[in-house]
Nanobody, 121 residues
């Protein structure tokens, strides 16, 4: 079984920064794409950023130039560095990972439980 645990959320003033981490544990042969999503109250979950195993990253337009996604394939951790935060960045941030547990299994997507980010104006 694979578990993802996010950390690093909190309350920050507009213009501030936060660093999120997502650690994967359990039976992990390799992780393909990591992704960060967020969900604001009353809104649908939306993709914020993702990074492939080849370290190709992609961002939602609203966070380009402010957020950076990265990954550590030794520790099986993904990071999201968030700067110049805005009130509209507020939401529950989830990480996901495409994990292949063993050579004989196909990969599947796992999700963390979410970490709250609140940006005050």
């Amino acid at each position: 079984q694979v578990q993802l645990v996010e950390s690093g959320g909190g309350l920050v003033q507009a213009g501030g920064s936060l660093d999120l981490s997502c650690a994967a544990s359990g039976s992990i042969l390799r992780v393909y794409t990591w992704a960060w999503y967020r969900q604001a109250p009353g809104q649908q979950r939306e993709l914020v950023a993702q990074i492939t195993r080849g370290r190709i990253s992609d961002y939602q337009d609203s966070v380009k130039g402010r957020f950076t996604i990265s990954r550590d394939d030794v520790m099986n951790i993904a990071y999201l560095w968030m700067t110049s935060l805005k009130p509209e960045d507020t939401g529950l941030y989830y990480c996901s990972a495409e994990v292949q547990p063993t050579d004989s299994e196909a990969y599947r997507t796992y999700w963390g439980q979410g970490t709250q980010v609140t940006v005050s104006s």
